[in-house]
């Protein structure tokens, strides 16, 4: 990999708020981590076999400091408190079917369990079936069929069951 493509990665990094990023092709192996805001590149030995390039990044940040409400916002949905938010684990584009002539995987009202499929993200041409990690009834879709999607953005939101 070229000293350029490293520094064009970086910048998009930096842009696009990902911590960190490896990458593995047959070019050779880089890992880059954000550490307190700036980039740091640590090249990996290169593998004797081309493996596909991969994305690691880790769970978002807690809010440190919510805002206070004020008497001008509106008031939190009351669903919004009693629910579970499965987040999208990467950037992508949002579906809720298999196929656009598909049904949607779930509905508002549907039971999902542990492991079942509840949308797809796609991601460079690749659908990532993206499947929940708790059991409960779906409240609300929270994001529209065929829209972009950034890291840790809420897809769903379930009632816990």
Do not use: W
Not at 26 to 35: K, T, Y
Not at 81 to 96: C, N
Not at 119 to 137: D, F, L, T, W, Y
Request: hydrophobic content about 45%.
């Amino acid at each position: 990999m070229e000293i350029d493509d490293i520094k064009k990665l970086m910048e998009l990094m930096e842009e696009k708020g990902v911590v960190e990023l490896e990458i593995k092709n047959a070019a050779g192996e880089v890992r880059l981590v954000r550490a307190h805001h700036q980039v740091v590149a640590a090249p990996l030995p290169v593998a004797s076999m081309a493996a596909p390039p991969t994305m690691t990044l880790p769970p978002p940040p807690p809010l440190a400091n919510p805002l206070p409400q004020s008497s001008e916002q509106p008031a939190l949905d009351p669903t919004l408190a009693r629910g579970v938010a499965i987040p999208s684990p990467m950037v992508g584009t949002f579906y809720r079917t298999p196929t656009p002539d598909a049904k949607p995987y779930v509905e508002v009202g549907s039971v999902v369990e542990i492991g079942d499929v509840v949308c797809i993200v796609e991601a460079m041409k690749m659908m990532n079936e993206i499947q929940s990690e708790v059991r409960g009834r779906v409240l609300r879709v929270m994001i529209e069929n065929g829209k972009a999607v950034e890291y840790g953005q809420p897809l769903f939101l379930l009632e816990p069951l």
